[in-house]
């Protein structure tokens, strides 16, 4: 959640931050008349509560009729101590849950806008041309024995699959190759639980907007993550990190409902209920927390170079960021049969908002107890494979191997195979 005391600050950029977003910045007032009361509500009750402890002496002084008027003057102290306090509880939680409803604050230069304001910070490498007619990820999956969406949705549902022969152990040499990279870069490799506690799900701001998308199991108040990032942010939970930065590598399975998204996508492996990921999670000290994130952009260049995808890097605008994060950059692959760009990775800097709901800290150099600041980066997912067999694909239905996964494929070319 944001500072209060920074919003008391600078209320304007609050109010700014929620233009950007397209939300309402009505809620910057609604919270400084509530800090107002509620501050003033405790410094009230905190008044009734010094004078109760001081009239309690006079009490103990006191005799005969003087002792009885005092005694029911301290009854009704007491009560007035313990309105007081309730008063304070109430508007204090009051000004949480409305706290809890704002999106965190955007870094400067982030664009202003909706889903379709991000604004192309480069282009890297060649989209390919072909001398054929290039098939999509699916059909390719298909003859490759690599893709079964047919048993998927008779297993599962519509939106499940199976990953097959050379397709899973293409999923696993591109997950290895990103964990080694983030291993050689200094990251702890982890197996995060993907069933989570509610003040995790909670703390990190996925039970926001992003509601909907979230698979619950009601009856052990458990939530299935669509991220990593969950356990990860998660991790540290109201614990104070005596050193900084703390670098953490996540491989997961991820599940997502795909609420609201029906129609979009259901062709392969693109917009899918179940997929592995590994992720990147990083605290760092709030000051660091610009130049973590463009560290978490270029590791996540360097592993698009390693599998050899044509991408532009955006700047998500405002409105596309999600509560939690103040400034995000996307690597989008160029998918060939789409001719159009796609989401293969996302880094958010999410500043102190999450740490601050979760509780996680560090000491600053006076040995002040301060938030952290949390950032996430995406190193590899099961849509990957949707770019590698597009734009690698050959005129005979393979697909050639990029290099730096050969390595852990034990192949340079994937084959047809005969059904």
Known sequence: MIDLRALREDPERL?????????????????????????????????????????????SKAQGDERQALLTRAKELAQQVKEAEAGADRLAAELDAVLRTVPNLIEEGAPAGGEQDFVTLEYVGEIPTFDFEPKDHLELGENLGAIDMERGAKVSGARFYYLTGVGARLQ????????????????????????VKPEAMEGTGFLGAHASEVYQLPQDDLYLVGTSEVPL??????????????????????????????????????????????????????????????????????????????????????????????????????????????????????????????????????????????????LATTRWIVAILENHQQADGSVRVPKALQKYLGLEVLEPVKR
């Open 15 to 59: 109010r700014a931050s929620q233009r950007a977003r397209g939300e309402d910045e009505a809620v910057v007032d609604t919270l400084l008349d509530l800090d107002e009361r509620r501050r003033s509500a405790l410094s009230g009750f905190e008044s009734l509560r010094a004078e109760q402890k001081s009239f309690g002496k006079s009490v």
């Open 172 to 195: 696993l040499a591109l997950l290895n190759l990103a964990m080694e990279q983030a291993i050689e870069a200094g990251f702890v490799p982890m197996y995060p639980p993907v069933l």
């Open 233 to 378: 942010a998660a991790y540290h939970m109201n614990e104070i990190i005596d050193a900084l930065p703390r670098r953490y590598v996540g491989w997961s399975s991820c599940f997502r409902r795909e609420a609201g998204s029906y129609g979009k996508d259901t062709r392969g492996v693109i917009r899918v209920h179940q997929f592995d990921k590994v992720e990147m999670f990083s605290y760092c000290d709030p000051a660091d927390a610009h130049e973590e994130h463009l560290r978490l952009l270029n590791w996540e260049k360097e592993m698009l170079a390693k599998v050899e995808l044509p991408y532009r890097v955006i700047d998500v605008a405002a409105g596309d960021l999600g509560s939690s994060a103040a400034r995000k950059f996307d690597c989008e692959a160029w998918v060939p049969t789409q001719d159009a760009f796609r989401e293969l990775t996302s880094t958010s800097n999410c500043t102190e908002f999450q740490a601050r709901r979760l509780a996680v800290r560090h000491r600053d150099d006076k040995g002040k107890t301060q938030p952290v600041a949390t950032l996430n980066g995406t």
